[in-house]
């Protein structure tokens, strides 16, 4: 089944909402600042992959992108099943309810 372009369209601009209200959610300042800092640390090093905050800043970096992951899913999940009960639902049961 072919989805139409209008909603290829709205399902991206859905994503890319979500994706930049969770990227600066008050909730993930604190890792967000955690991995900046360690990204700045890693220029006092000169072999970057043998000085251990590389290793800091990899570890923190995984984490802020598992955070930023894991709410992207779960908000998905929520706009698909929103969207799987807005299709099966009957548009017209509330109308026949109401004209009785």
């Known amino acids: 089944?072919?989805?139409?372009?209008?909603?290829?369209?709205?399902?991206?601009?859905?994503?890319d909402d979500v994706s930049a209200r969770i990227q600066f959610h008050p909730d993930l300042r604190k890792y967000r600042l955690e991995e900046k800092g360690a990204f700045e640390?890693?220029?006092?090093?000169?072999?970057?992959?043998?000085?251990?905050?590389?290793?800091?800043w990899e570890d923190k970096h995984?984490?802020?992108?598992g955070l930023e992951n894991e709410r992207l899913y779960l908000q998905g999940m929520r706009d698909g099943s929103k969207l799987a009960i807005a299709l099966m639902s009957d548009p017209f049961a509330e109308q026949e309810g109401d004209a009785n």
Do not use: K
């Not at 072919?2 to 601009?13: L, M, V």
């Not at 995984?62 to 992108?65: A, N, T």
């Open 1 to 15: 089944m072919e989805f139409p372009s209008w909603f290829h369209s709205a399902i991206q601009e859905r994503l």
């Open 41 to 56: 640390a890693l220029f006092s090093c000169v072999n970057m992959t043998q000085c251990p905050e590389y290793s800091e």
């Open 62 to 65: 995984h984490h802020y992108r």
